[in-house]
């Protein structure tokens, strides 16, 4: 949105090689960002760092994105791409969908390129009340509604967080403190035995009785 | 142990009250870190920060102490205390010990004393490598292996991290990144749900199958 704004504005009257530059520039900085964040953390990442990282004054940072929170959110709407496949593995129906989703997040984190993002993104929010309430209003509004309209479970959004909140444990545990056996266990072991507690909350109506 | 060992080298052919006095000092300090830790993570705390807020030498810490990751892992200890009480809570009996154990960490992080220090070791594990191998160490010596002892399924000590991911991830969602409904829900509608995940974890031997 901010992207086409920018590109209409500097393009105005030139050649469309030039909107496309502007496009490219922005993607530029914005891979900068999330490289940043990745690497350092919301607090020790600044503008200028990014500007830096990405070859382009500091004022061309601030100029696409706005303060260093709304470089942060952009970056983490980003990085949190892969999580937004969610609404799809439950649309694809309630049998066995215990399983898909746990697999689903499992081959998120197993892949390097998509798990590092996610877990600075973690990390960033867990440290930083900023980086926190951006999280929040991003698996909010992108996430956690479309969720709990897929499912047909009382308190559904609720549901939805602990199933996310086992998921987050388990990629905090591997991966960041990584705490044996679990750091090293076989993931399709740990699918097994985590599949039936996601498919009892996002399925099963009863709250207690099991 | 290492009280005893400082304060009897210390108080070496001195008067009882010598003695209490470094056992004292040597508190002081531990509550000193145990808050600088709590309020500024592992990586913006010092020695010296932690020396002047106990109002002693620098040199006092490291003689009690040794280096920052050794005060930090003391300082673990004693925060972690609480946590200490799983084996008792699942000694108790398989009989709703999914209840009892939902509830048991529920009832820590309700209280605002025993919660900060608690969620002060996970922001730093998380952000720093040497207090994530502090925590390590101390779940996998003084924790894991104790409540693998109580349980009598297969991979006990992969489950029991399962469980501890369930609840950890909780805490973060609720308490750190207060993502709702989960900040506001009634504590004994997530114990409801969450019971059955443990009990299951802790107690039912089929991995799959339920």
Known sequence: MSAEGTAG???????LGARAGTVETRERILAAARQEFSARGYDKTSIRSIAKSADVDPALVHHYFGAKEQVFAASIELSFEPAFGVPDVLAAGADGVGERLARFFIEIWENPVTRAPMLAIVRSAVTNDT???????????????RVASELKVPDPRLRAELAGAQMMGIAIMRYVIKIEPLASADMEDVVALVAPTLQRYLTDPGPVEE
Chains 1, 2 share one sequence.
Do not use: D, M, Y
């Not at 504005?9 to 050649?15: E, H, S």
């Not at 980086?131 to 509604?145: D, H, K, N, Q, T």
């Open 9 to 15: 504005r500097r393009g105005r009257g030139r050649p």
């Open 131 to 145: 980086a926190a309430s951006v999280l929040r209003g991003i698996v909010l509004r992108r996430l956690l509604e």
